[in-house]
């Protein structure tokens, strides 16, 4: 079914699977900002589902020099004040929680800047004078994460809150990552498409996938791309957590358990995180489904994170069009946000 291009084709009907192959020009989006430089002793991000994980990836890369902390909540931490730069961001700029954060963050006096696509949270920077990235128009914000991570690293460097110049090292990771995608697009056949060969691993079952703290964000984002592409449900952790809780969870239930483990291995994690899987691997044998492994390609680490993640979105892509779905839409979810208006 998989390289049935024509099936594939009414199936994806808002064609997710272009968007993921032309993600890479994400990376040279450019945006423009009234960000001055800021004298603050912390950031404090606020930001829901697809919105937060551009910050969730900027804690692994390329990381900060000063207290950094997401929140997904609709209340902000005491620890917020006038010295904080508080970036507000949601894709639709709606979101409740965030929106909530940001009025808490204003009555502390927070330095604020806005990550949005429009909506409410655009209104309010364009109305306050506050520094304001917009995010072009995106299927779902999911798909939009590389045009959010730009926008944040912009922000970061003009409010003078980064070093070593990230932005260029993103930008010159377009063509990188424009040619790992080639053997997962439709067009390549399912014997020799990673992609495709891995979704049929998991259809039907729920995926668990595990990374090491390096490649954390991607498995987050796996799992989003489960939950949301392919309406499964999934699950991910972190090593070296995972030994010393969910380990045992594995060991006295049936092996034949309704999972696929997926594990991404990076050669850059540490040496005792790579080890801790091995081992994990041997004991495990014949206790827990045998894991799908997928070692991570690149040169650094923010490769390993481009490929990681833009390697997940085709893998879930294709489970949704095998479980007869078209993957763009989330109905439920802005049903549930219609009715908690109701």
């Given at each position: 079914?998989?390289?049935?291009?024509?099936?594939?084709?009414?199936?994806?009907?808002?064609?997710?699977?272009?968007?993921?192959e032309?993600?890479?020009?994400?990376?040279?989006?450019?945006?423009e900002?009234?960000?001055?430089?800021?004298?603050?002793?912390?950031?404090?991000?606020?930001?829901?589902?697809?919105?937060?994980?551009?910050?969730?990836?900027?804690?692994?890369?390329?990381?900060?020099?000063?207290?950094f902390?997401?929140?997904?909540?609709?209340?902000?931490?005491?620890?917020?004040?006038?010295?904080?730069?508080?970036?507000?961001a949601?894709?639709?700029?709606?979101?409740?929680?965030?929106?909530?954060?940001?009025?808490?963050?204003?009555?502390?006096?927070?330095?604020?800047?806005?990550?949005?696509?429009?909506?409410?949270?655009?209104?309010?920077?364009n109305?306050?004078?506050?520094?304001?990235?917009?995010l072009?128009?995106?299927?779902?914000?999911?798909?939009?994460?590389?045009?959010?991570?730009?926008?944040?690293?912009?922000?970061?460097?003009?409010?003078?809150l980064?070093?070593?110049?990230?932005?260029?090292?993103?930008?010159?990771?377009?063509?990188?990552?424009?040619?790992?995608?080639?053997?997962w697009?439709p067009?390549?056949?399912?014997?020799?498409?990673?992609?495709?060969?891995?979704?049929?691993?998991?259809?039907?079952?729920?995926?668990?996938?595990?990374?090491?703290?390096?490649?954390?964000?991607?498995?987050?984002?796996?799992?989003?791309?489960?939950?949301?592409?392919?309406?499964?449900?999934?699950?991910?952790?972190?090593?070296?957590?995972?030994?010393?809780?969910?380990?045992?969870?594995?060991?006295?239930?049936?092996?034949?358990?309704?999972?696929?483990?997926?594990?991404?291995?990076?050669?850059?994690?540490?040496?005792?995180?790579?080890?801790?899987?091995?081992?994990?691997?041997?004991?495990?044998?014949?206790?827990?489904?045998?894991?799908?492994?997928?070692?991570?390609?690149?040169?650094?680490l923010?490769?390993?994170?481009?490929?990681?993640?833009?390697?997940?979105d085709?893998?879930?892509?294709?489970?949704?069009?095998?479980?007869?779905?078209?993957?763009?839409?989330?109905?439920?979810?802005?049903?549930?946000?219609?009715?908690l208006?109701?």
């Amino acid at each position: 079914m998989l390289d049935d291009l024509k099936l594939i084709h009414e199936r994806d009907a808002q064609d997710t699977l272009g968007i993921a192959e032309k993600q890479w020009q994400q990376l040279g989006e450019s945006f423009e900002t009234s960000q001055q430089p800021v004298d603050v002793d912390n950031i404090v991000y606020a930001g829901m589902g697809g919105s937060a994980l551009a910050a969730v990836i900027s804690e692994v890369w390329p990381g900060y020099t000063i207290p950094f902390k997401i929140v997904r909540d609709y209340d902000i931490p005491a620890t917020v004040s006038n010295r904080t730069y508080f970036i507000a961001a949601s894709y639709s700029g709606n979101t409740e929680e965030t929106l909530s954060a940001l009025e808490q963050a204003e009555a502390k006096g927070a330095q604020i800047a806005v990550i949005a696509g429009g909506g409410k949270l655009a209104d309010i920077a364009n109305e306050k004078g506050y520094p304001l990235a917009l995010l072009p128009k995106a299927e779902q914000p999911r798909y939009a994460v590389f045009f959010n991570l730009k926008a944040l690293l912009i922000l970061l460097e003009s409010a003078g809150l980064i070093n070593h110049d990230p932005i260029a090292q993103l930008e010159g990771s377009a063509d990188f990552l424009k040619a790992a995608v080639e053997p997962w697009l439709p067009t390549v056949p399912t014997d020799i498409n990673p992609a495709k060969k891995i979704a049929l691993e998991v259809i039907g079952k729920s995926a668990v996938i595990y990374a090491g703290p390096k490649l954390a964000p991607a498995a987050y984002k796996w799992k989003i791309s489960f939950n949301e592409n392919a309406k499964q449900v999934a699950w991910w952790n972190q090593y070296s957590e995972f030994n010393h809780n969910e380990f045992m969870g594995w060991t006295k239930q049936p092996v034949d358990k309704p999972y696929a483990v997926i594990d991404l291995r990076s050669n850059l994690e540490h040496p005792r995180i790579q080890k801790r899987f091995e081992v994990t691997e041997r004991l495990l044998s014949g206790l827990r489904p045998a894991p799908i492994v997928v070692n991570i390609q690149g040169q650094n680490l923010l490769e390993h994170l481009l490929w990681a993640i833009a390697l997940g979105d085709f893998v879930t892509l294709y489970t949704a069009l095998l479980n007869g779905l078209n993957p763009a839409p989330v109905d439920l979810i802005e049903k549930f946000k219609k009715s908690l208006d109701d």
